[in-house]
């Protein structure tokens, strides 16, 4: 019961705070602030997708970025190939980006998941280098390293509109994910995340489940990436990039891993950190033109000393004072029963 | 009488190790068979072995007379072997309920009726069910592994030291549960405390350097010193 009320409250809390960020394109209109909140909902989705594999399930992935490119050139190609891209045109293109994106992450599954952890790192890297490759080569479908340029319809043209897309599309996907890790499945994923072959010894074929949220984890990185080519109506190979996974990696270790909601802080202060250092700070020295060297740094710092990423380190806080209070509690009634006695 | 379980010359290696040498025992159903022998002798690769978490090089397992040698750990434990292992195995993020609720294989009224028995036995774990498993005592931990095995229609549990680490008082209340467990499902214990383990084991099977090198009911080793000094070292 009491673990119910934490869940509603904490419900609660997440929609207030969607409400408010609702209420920041009305009362604000900076437009590149906007925009940087656009992207920091949509790498906070990216992020949340990668916490399902590595923060859920233990599977470390360096090719991540496959899936939110395949999202991106999902829909850009569509649109790029519509004379007059309508909302029609759209919705097509992020079901086939999100069907193609499915269908490479279960072949990419079925391949690479009954490895070892580090082997599945090494060929998801490969598979996205290849990725890479073809859309540099495929330059009729994909526009080779020069990218693809198209518009979209004028809906997404307004900012606002944009901006509310793509926060409606954060909460709902946050309360999606958070139901699929609260449930039964989820519980079975941090138990395969703890000890494999504990929880085969329970009766449970591990296989399965991880195709299962590879495959969830694979369409959410997509549609991402169609969030991201639509608020840019640009694309180019980078998207398929390391950077890109390393980007959710980070995004996901300095948040917390496992949380879901500490990804989405970490798209933000990652996203504001690479926008305030490269635009604000360059001026005043060279080195904050540099953010990945400065980002290395705190990559290192944070596996140091926050392990846990914010949101775990606070919510490890809240527990260890919880057990205290606990023990203080159990000492004082012992303390009683024997007085009693 | 079939037995419930056949071990019958088992070869395992781990690595380039020979770990078990032609292994061989059989468990009565109802009995609580004691898997004895010094540290290293083999008695966790044997339980593993038959939980199909180490593989078997050649010989068979055979369980209720089916060959489950070759079978993958979720098949076996679906058959109806539960395992408690050395280490414990609680997923440590997850709460007392959850680690019980994630070892439920069926949500029946067996089930149902299993997990009451089973929290009255242990009263802790009703206590601390939202408490994480990582945050539980030594014994706390026992209990639950315990408990996690027993709640499934297991007809066999393999039990890897269970008195290991845990102050004495509460290695009383782990065996008495035990005790208890016997009456219901037939037990494979290994365990390095004799004492605890001739008090309820019927059977026993001394496995020396991954060999079984002695067998026969507990009575009879609990009177035969020469045994117990050459192979356990209790003088």
């Known amino acids: ?341 | 009488m079939t037995a419930l379980l056949k071990v019958d010359q088992v070869d395992t290696f781990i690595d380039q190790f020979h770990i078990l040498q032609n292994v061989s025992f059989d468990v009565q159903p109802g009995e609580v068979t004691v898997l004895l022998g010094r540290n290293g002798a083999g008695k966790t690769t044997t339980l593993r072995t038959i939980m199909g978490l180490n593989s078997a090089k050649s010989g068979s397992v055979m369980y209720k007379g089916e060959e489950i040698t070759k079978l993958p750990a979720y098949q076996i434990a679906r058959k109806g072997i539960g395992y408690v292992p050395e280490d414990q195995g609680i997923f440590g993020d997850l709460t007392v309920g959850e680690n019980m609720r994630v070892a439920m294989q069926k949500e029946d009224d067996a089930t149902k009726e299993r997990m009451e028995w089973v929290l009255n036995l242990f009263p802790d774990l009703k206590t601390f069910w939202n408490k994480a498993g990582g945050q539980l005592s030594g014994g706390q931990k026992q209990m639950l592994s315990i408990a996690r095995a027993y709640l499934n229609e297991n007809e066999l549990l393999l039990i890897d030291e269970p008195s290991k680490g845990l102050a004495p008082i509460i290695v009383e209340k782990v065996m008495d549960s035990i005790q208890q467990m016997k009456e219901k499902t037939t037990i494979v214990l290994v365990e390095q405390n004799f004492y605890m383990a001739s008090q309820i084991g019927d059977t026993f099977y001394i496995l020396d350097d991954g060999t079984t090198v002695h067998s026969g009911s507990m009575d009879e080793l609990k009177t035969n010193e020469e045994l117990k000094k050459k192979y356990l070292g209790i003088a």
Request: one cysteine or more; a neutral charge.
């Open chain 1, 1 to 341: 019961m009491k673990q119910l009320n934490k869940m509603q409250l904490s419900t609660w809390v997440y929609l207030l705070i969607s409400v408010l960020l609702a209420v920041v394109p009305f009362v604000y209109d900076n437009l590149s602030m906007l925009f940087l909140i656009v992207q920091i909902f949509i790498f906070g989705i990216f992020a949340m997708s990668y916490d399902l594999l590595l923060g859920y399930t233990g599977i470390v992935s360096f090719g991540h970025a496959m899936f939110f490119g395949v999202g991106a050139y999902g829909v850009s190609i569509v649109l790029e190939r519509s004379e007059e891209p309508t909302m029609a045109v759209v919705i097509l293109g992020t079901i086939i980006a999100l069907g193609i994106a499915a269908v490479i992450s279960f072949i990419a599954g079925i391949l690479t998941l009954r490895l070892k952890s580090h082997f599945y790192a090494m060929l998801t890297l490969a598979l996205a280098g290849l990725f890479l490759a073809a859309a540099e080569k495929m330059r009729d479908l994909t526009g080779g390293s020069d990218g693809l340029l198209f518009t979209v319809p004028e809906f997404f043209k307004d900012r606002t509109n944009l901006y509310l897309l793509c926060l409606s599309s954060l909460v709902v996907i946050f309360f999606l994910l958070r139901r699929v890790t609260n449930s039964p499945l989820g519980r079975v994923l941090v138990a395969i995340r703890e000890n494999e072959q504990r929880t085969m010894s329970l009766g449970y074929k591990i296989f399965p489940y991880k195709l299962i949220i590879s495959v969830i984890s694979g369409v959410v990185a997509a549609f991402a990436g169609v969030l991201y080519a639509i608020s840019i109506r640009f694309i180019d190979t980078t998207v398929f990039a390391v950077d890109v996974t390393l980007d959710a990696l980070l995004m996901t270790i300095i948040g917390g891993v496992g949380t879901l909601i500490g990804p989405v802080i970490g798209a933000g202060l990652i996203e504001y950190a690479h926008h305030f250092l490269s635009s604000e700070l360059a001026d005043v020295h060279w080195i904050f033109e540099r953010w990945v060297i400065l980002f290395g740094t705190v990559y290192i710092l944070a596996v140091i000393f926050f392990p846990k990423g914010i949101v775990g380190s606070i919510q490890g806080f809240v527990n260890k004072r919880k057990i205290k209070k606990q023990e203080q509690f159990d000492k004082k009634q012992s303390e009683k029963d024997e007085l009693a006695g």
